[in-house]
């Protein structure tokens, strides 16, 4: 017999960022010399307190089921994170702690579109946000940036993208994978137009730590009390604090959504790890010191990446603002020969420059956007260095 896979399943992609990790680890396995720049997450290990941490979680007993929306002692710390960083008042009912930022996203889905109902998603998007969506039986409607506008989205594209059917947009700044970040009246800007248009806001916040400007990321949930209404705050500790593996994102909002976003999780994933959420009490407690190390670093390696980058014929490059990632313009080099075989696409000078550079990149038509490719900085500064060079070697036996 053949199973036949549901219809919403069958036209659902695999992640293509980790389809490209796991290709460049296959030809690594091979015996191949292979830069990674495709990585999504930070290359440091999970601070030691942290894991200490979750190993006296679990020495106290702290490995049963817990309350499906997070332990209280980790919505406290989520409530004045929130606090501290963005002078907002969150009540306990108004956190969700989901297993990852990204199962944040999903239950937000689940929880608000019915049928057709529309969520704008800028491109280039994060990967994950498109299917999300479909999974919920809704639309996402792509609203295109370039850099003509530092690939961020103005109020006016932001108000001609809004439709009968549009519930939310997403805004997440800094951005994957672009880098680029709303300036504090940028995001004033949104949110009145959100507030007046009433379309709500996701504010996917997991790079806000990671930022290379003189002043902070502003959440759209500060700018008002009737912005606040209008946003659910996404965030986690996934990248802030090198803990992806680990699982714990959450959701600040308005109660009744995250009150229904906690009716999809009881019903499918229940609480997250209770080892985790322990662990991620002491991520957000404890010294912040390892994270403005970490931003330091990244932001010498942005520096690096993109002037190497800048420097090759035919690639171009932002400075971008935040998280750990490149978005280069390679539209320059379509057109070109290698070998006989005419490059034409993000995925075949991807596939180029994995073969016959060994450096591997992620394509941009993953995030919607086919001019470009997109390169991470989450390595040391030698593979920086050495993978830039390969790369600029390769694009010179272009004809
Ligand atoms: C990594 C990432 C997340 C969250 O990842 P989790 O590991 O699920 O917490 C959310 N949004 C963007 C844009 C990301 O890159």
Same mark, same amino acid.
Do not use: H, K, Q
């Given at each position: 017999m053949t199973i036949e896979i549901s219809k919403k399943i069958q036209g659902l992609p695999e992640s293509p960022t980790l389809a490209v990790t796991a290709r460049a680890k296959e030809l690594k396995a091979e015996g191949a010399d292979i830069i990674s720049? &495709?990585? @999504?997450? /930070?290359d440091f290990d999970t601070p030691k307190e942290i894991k200490r941490a979750a190993i006296q979680a679990i020495e106290a007993g702290h490995t049963k089921y817990t309350p499906v929306g997070g332990i209280n002692e980790l919505k406290d710390a989520i409530i004045e994170k929130l606090k501290i960083d963005h002078n907002i008042a969150y009540t306990r009912e108004e956190i969700l702690v989901s297993c990852g930022g990204k199962h944040s996203f999903y239950n937000l889905c689940q929880a608000l579109l019915n049928p057709g109902d529309e969520v704008i998603v800028p491109s280039?998007?994060?990967?994950?946000y498109p299917p999300m969506i479909q999974l919920a039986d809704g639309e996402a409607k792509i609203l295109t940036t370039t850099e003509? #506008?530092?690939?961020k989205v103005t109020p006016k594209s932001f108000k001609d993208a809004i439709g009968e059917r549009t519930r939310a947009i997403v805004i997440n700044?800094? +951005?994957?994978? #672009?880098g680029a970040a709303y300036t504090s009246s940028e995001i004033a800007e949104i949110a009145k137009v959100a507030v007046e248009n009433e379309v709500l806001i996701i504010s996917d $916040? =997991?790079? $806000?730590? =990671?930022y290379y400007g003189d002043d902070k990321i502003v959440s759209?949930? &500060? =700018? &008002?009390e009737e912005a606040k209404a209008i946003t659910i705050v996404l965030n986690g500790v996934s990248k802030a604090y090198s803990m #992806?593996?680990?699982?714990i994102g959450y959701a600040a909002g308005p109660k009744e959504l995250i009150s229904a976003m906690t009716r999809v999780q009881s019903q499918s994933? +229940?609480? /997250?790890a209770s080892v985790s959420q322990w662990a991620s009490v002491e991520a957000l407690k404890g010294p912040k010191d390892k994270i403005d190390k970490m931003t330091k670093l990244f932001k010498s390696r942005r520096d690096l990446m993109v002037s190497g980058l800048n420097d090759i014929e035919g690639i171009k490059c932002l400075v971008p603002? @935040?998280?750990?990632y490149v978005f280069a313009d390679? &539209? $320059?080099?379509?057109g070109k020969k290698f070998e006989g075989n005419t490059i034409n696409n993000s995925i075949e000078l991807s596939k180029f420059l994995l073969e016959s550079a060994g450096v591997a990149v992620v394509p941009g038509s993953a995030f919607g956007d086919d001019d470009h490719v997109r390169l991470s900085y989450a390595c040391g500064d030698d593979d920086i260095k050495n993978g830039i060079n390969k790369i600029k070697e390769a694009v010179s036996r272009l004809s």
């Open positions: 720049f &495709s990585a @999504g997450e /930070p280039p998007y994060w990967v994950s003509a #506008t530092g690939f700044s800094p +951005s994957n994978p #672009t $916040e =997991i790079y $806000e730590n =990671i759209a949930a &500060s =700018i &008002s #992806t593996g680990w699982r994933t +229940s609480n /997250p603002d @935040g998280a750990f390679v &539209s $320059e080099l379509y």
